[in-house]
């Protein structure tokens, strides 16, 4: 893939390191608020998962912050952001650092400023919550479960990531199928945002508003608390089917995910060879034949075995989730199979493999994933997603893809553009760059320019972005 065709137009310039006096200077300034200068933890915390990409790997492998720094509460961060916008440091915000493409990684250096510690429940209503937004997801479901209630969504990392993280960097995961991306309205009720200023503000984003803040890798502001709606906690069963073709898999998860009455959080479709290459789950499958995994409500197992039934298919696993989720010494929870896990899981077994981020049209898509099958071949094996976007069930590409050269891959971008698939470029450090129209939502762009005037959150990641100075 060349630069000029799917990448940021620009290299990604050497960050500056900070002087000897200009960290003591910035130490002073943040008191006591703990800090961490030890090279091996600033190297941790200043690297995500951007190595799935063979295009990022060697621009961001030697990228580090100089001085991680993790927040207690809402006061901490507002006075390092006050240290940090005077004495003009770059931060770079993190959750977890489970992110795929380099969101959390400091292109300019400056602090990390690692969020895992703010990890409170603050409150919980019926079908809400009002959490810290460091708080680890399997620990939050963990908790709001006992009074009936689980997240709507949570990405293939849940026992790893935070919610700040998911809402900043994701957009979508397991519950999508039933309740759509992030961004959707209604999916995030409220966030409370710290600006990057002098004299930082704290804001309380609510509905639509909270869209500045989502999917904006931390370049918009710094989300410290979050009102999230939830879900009715269901018993959950994991599901794999298996199918003698992809098409006929394909046909099936499609029809699963438009029949209302089946509730389900999970519909993988994934084309042979890929299930081989998934630890442990991989004993209990039969050799040559496409699957689909899912997660159905225990109460709706009769319909979804019906519909089994009806399109040829055969139950080759089901066990208890929530027994699995507490206990994954035999098999991982499915969620873990699916997403960009399968992506991990692939590339554990052959290193050429990385990925793409695709929408099919709706019109078409099962069609359309054919014809990708058919062109491509086993240079792009088949992993498919069902979600809801934009008020209609779609088919998610999270096709592998067996890298050679960068033009190559760009070849393949290039060619599933021009056949109508959009491809959100999981290869680009930037916000338009990796977005499926190339651009930043406008209100960001506005966002970013009020809380962020110096441009000192996570900079480089907004393309499009001029400092107030410049």
């Not at 039933?178 to 945002?193: E, K, P, Q, S």
């Amino acid at each position: 893939m060349t630069l000029a065709a799917h990448s940021s137009p620009f290299a990604i310039p050497a960050p500056r390191a900070l002087s000897d006096s200009e960290l003591a200077r910035l130490i002073d300034a943040i008191g006591d608020v703990p800090f961490s200068t030890d090279r091996a933890r600033v190297k941790k915390k200043s690297l995500d998962f951007y190595w799935y990409s063979p295009v990022l790997k060697p621009r961001m492998a030697d990228l580090r912050g100089d001085i991680v720094v993790t927040p207690r509460d809402e006061t901490d961060v507002l006075r390092v952001v006050a240290a940090c916008s005077e004495l003009q440091v770059p931060i770079t915000v993190r959750g977890a650092g489970t992110g795929n493409y380099g969101q959390a990684v400091p292109l300019a250096g400056g602090v990390v400023l690692d969020m895992i510690e703010m990890d409170k429940v603050l409150w919980l209503k019926p079908g809400l919550v009002r959490v810290q937004a460091g708080k680890l997801m399997l620990k939050l479901d963990r908790e709001i479960r006992s009074s009936g209630w689980e997240q709507r969504m949570f990405p293939s990392t849940k026992r790893t990531a935070t919610i700040g993280g998911f809402v900043a960097g994701g957009s979508g995961g397991v519950g999508s199928v039933t309740y759509g991306v992030l961004g959707d309205r209604g999916n995030i009720n409220a966030a409370r945002v710290v600006t990057c200023e002098k004299s930082p503000r704290v804001l309380e984003l609510r509905g639509e508003d909270t869209r500045a803040v989502n999917h904006a890798y931390g370049t918009t502001g710094i989300i410290t608390e979050l009102e999230m709606p939830l879900a009715p906690a269901w018993p959950w069963r994991d599901v794999v089917v298996s199918f003698n073709g992809f098409a006929k898999a394909a046909e099936f998860a499609q029809q699963l995910a438009l029949s209302d009455a089946i509730v389900k959080k999970l519909i993988t479709p994934i084309a042979w060879p890929v299930p081989s290459f998934l630890p442990r789950l991989n004993e209990r499958l039969p050799d040559g034949r496409d699957i689909v995994i899912c997660m159905i409500a225990a109460p709706s197992m009769q319909g979804f075995t019906d519909l089994v039934s009806q399109h040829g298919g055969e139950i080759v696993h089901d066990v208890d989730a929530m027994a699995v989720e507490d206990d994954p010494s035999s098999v991982l929870p499915l969620y873990e199979y699916t997403w960009n896990h399968t992506t991990l899981h692939a590339m554990k077994v052959d290193k050429s493999f990385t990925y793409l981020q695709s929408l099919f049209p709706a019109g078409n898509s099962l069609e359309m994933v054919q014809h990708m099958i058919d062109t491509f071949g086993d240079e792009v094996p088949m992993h498919l997603e069902m979600i809801r976007y934009a008020g209609q069930t779609i088919t998610c590409g999270l096709q592998l893809v067996r890298f050679t050269t960068e033009e190559r891959l760009d070849e393949i971008i290039a060619y599933h553009e021009a056949h109508g698939v959009a491809i959100a470029n999981p290869h680009v450090w930037t916000l338009e760059d990796g977005s499926p129209d190339k651009t930043t939502p406008p209100d960001q762009n506005r966002f970013k320019h009020e809380a962020d005037p110096d441009g000192l959150l996570n900079p480089g990641k907004m393309r499009g972005f001029t400092p107030a100075a410049a």
